[in-house]
């Protein structure tokens, strides 16, 4: 379903997914694609994302096999998301779980809470889009100094 177009799912997933497709239609078009179609598209924050780091992600994709880690990730997610779902169902995590979301983020703490065996703590990131790390550096930050300083206080308080 999250390649497929016409039930909700979007289009550069297939794209991404389908043997040899995306080096075939990629390949020499990294910028158009990246800047004129993903950042844009899937960031919330005006001008978070730089021409420098368009010009960085460029460079890494158009590298001879620049675009492996992208293609291997949405083949997996569409070949073993069965496999994985029932790995998470039998080994929940057993870690704290902080879920970081952007524009309420309630997709992310749900899925998180589905492979958590403990609490999930939620943060969600108003007007921050798909690239959280990229749109709000600083929001990310205190968000993870604040639950690991959490995580600090509370193995103190269980040492006593």
Do not use: C
Not at 32 to 40: A, D, H, I, K, R
Not at 71 to 83: A, H, K, R
């Amino acid at each position: 379903m999250l390649a497929d177009v016409t039930h909700g799912g979007t289009w550069y997933i297939g794209v991404l997914a389908a043997p040899n497709i995306p080096e075939m239609l990629l390949s020499g078009r990294e910028r158009e694609f990246l800047g004129q179609f993903v950042f844009p598209t899937m960031s919330a924050t005006p001008r978070a994302i730089t021409e420098a780091d368009i010009d960085e992600f460029v460079r890494t994709y158009s590298r001879p096999n620049g675009w492996r880690g992208a293609i291997g990730l949405y083949q997996s997610m569409l070949q073993e998301g069965e496999d994985i779902a029932a790995l998470a169902s039998a080994h929940k995590l057993s870690v704290p779980v902080l879920a970081i979301g952007a524009g309420g983020g309630e997709f992310t703490f749900a899925t998180m809470s589905q492979v958590a065996s403990g609490e999930v703590r939620s943060v969600s990131l108003d007007g921050v889009g798909h690239y959280a790390a990229l749109e709000a550096p600083e929001k990310v930050a205190v968000a993870l100094l604040e639950f690991f300083d959490s995580m600090d206080t509370a193995s103190l308080e269980s040492e006593k």
